[in-house]
């Protein structure tokens, strides 16, 4: 009896080692963030995020509250708790035949939407449109908002294609937005809130993206959170006619539209065992809720951190 007991107390005291020693190794591990955005663009871009959501990683998904499909990403996020969400800012839209424009309606902030009455559709077409900083404000308050009222939990905000950041008096407003509205801020470049290194595979090449990115979370920085910013959908359609009209790299010499099967290419990624096999061993997946877990939202302080 008195041996059996001290076997068993031998096993016990081993395996609760075992799992010391493999949390210590966890911890240790560098820490990658996936955020995938356009969230709530269409349905396509909706079914991916339920995709990655499903798998339980824990991921964060920006979406967008002013694009007509929100509704749907907003039913299905409630269902996983594995995702933290962000309020994707949204001023421009770039797809040819697929338009938005903002919440408030063209007539409450006519300075923010082109002749058609839709955002315009890339940042310079922006910046060159005259845009008030208070019709701004008024707009991403709006979205905030909305968000806030949708029933999910709102992490942080970020700018769609960087332009709620894209400027000094940009940046000012939406940290201010980001304090009135207790919301961290998530950015689309280096320079950053929380210290995170920062990578987005949208302009990899379809062909090597896959091996870029496994490459890229195979040597993260083990000192800093390393955000990667995906961009991902389901094949479809309404998606593989999607002409981007901000950027000649989405579309091919020809005109054919190039966006589906990059967000195509980025959600295998994400999805390949090669992936999933890496996470626990080469870093530690965290959403952005467990990034801020321990950190104060109340001061927000943007530093290059390349």
Known sequence: MKKAFQFCFFVSLFFTQVQYVSAQTTAQLPQLLIRLDDIGMNHSVNMAAQKVAETGMPVSVSLQFACPWYQEAVAILKKYPNVSVGVHLTLTSEWRYYRWGPIT??????????????????????????????????????????ALHS????????????????????????????????????????????GETYKEMWGEPVATKKSAFLAYVSHLNPSRPNLVVIHTA???????ALYDMASSQMNDKDGT????????????????????????????LINYEQLLKDKDISVLKAVEGK
């Open 105 to 146: 309606g063209r007539t409450a902030v006519p300075s923010l939407v082109d002749s058609d009455g839709y955002f315009p559709h890339s940042g310079g077409a922006y910046r060159k449109g005259g845009y008030k900083i208070d019709e701004v404000e008024t707009e991403l308050s709006a979205q905030i908002e909305r």
């Open 151 to 194: 029933g999910l939990k709102i992490t942080y905000i970020d700018p769609h294609m960087g332009i709620a950041l894209s400027t000094p008096e940009l940046r000012a407003l939406t940290e201010k937005l980001a304090h009135k509205y207790h919301l961290a801020i998530s950015t689309l470049s280096t320079v950053t809130y929380f």
């Open 234 to 240: 389901t094949p479809g359609a309404e998606m593989d």
């Open 257 to 284: 539209p190039l966006s589906s099967i990059h967000r195509q290419t980025e959600l295998n990624m994400l999805l390949s065992p090669e992936f999933r096999e890496m996470i626990g061993k080469k870093f530690q």
